[in-house]
Nanobody, 122 residues
Framework: QVQLVESGGGLVQAGGSLRLSCAAS????????MGWFRQAPGKEREFVAA???????TYYADSVKGRFTISRDNAKNTYLQMNSLKPEDTAVYYC????????????????WGQGTQVTVSS
């Protein structure tokens, strides 16, 4: 069992930065692929970024490539550094943990956090 808790969301002006954190509990954290997804009002949840269990590979949605960076440490934390934020990045951001499968698909992930709101003003 893995429990995930996100933090770091907030209100920021366009062009600004935020760093989201995801704290995981559970003994097998290190074996999971970690992902970030987001859901804007009236839209479906979409993939943002993922990092594999030994942090050798990272994956990004085209819409955030070059602006967002995903990372993880050995202390059960995963991060999403978000730079050059745009109003269209406004959404609830979710951290997820999963096993094998396509990293950009929600079905790959077995555990989800409660989400943290990110609002980017123009």
């Amino acid at each position: 069992q893995v429990q995930l808790v996100e933090s770091g969301g907030g209100l920021v002006q366009a062009g600004g930065s935020l760093r989201l954190s995801c704290a995981a509990s559970g003994r097998t954290f290190s074996s999971y692929t970690m992902g970030w997804f987001r859901q804007a009002p009236g839209k479906e949840r979409e993939f943002v970024a993922a990092i594999n269990w030994y942090a050798a590979y990272t994956y990004y949605a085209d819409s955030v490539k070059g602006r967002f960076t995903i990372s993880r440490d050995n202390a059960k934390n995963t991060y999403l550094q978000m730079n050059s934020l745009k109003p269209e990045d406004t959404a609830v951001y979710y951290c997820a943990a999963g096993g094998g499968g396509v990293v950009a698909e929600s079905a790959t992930y077995d555990y989800w956090g409660q989400g943290t709101q990110v609002t980017v003003s123009s």
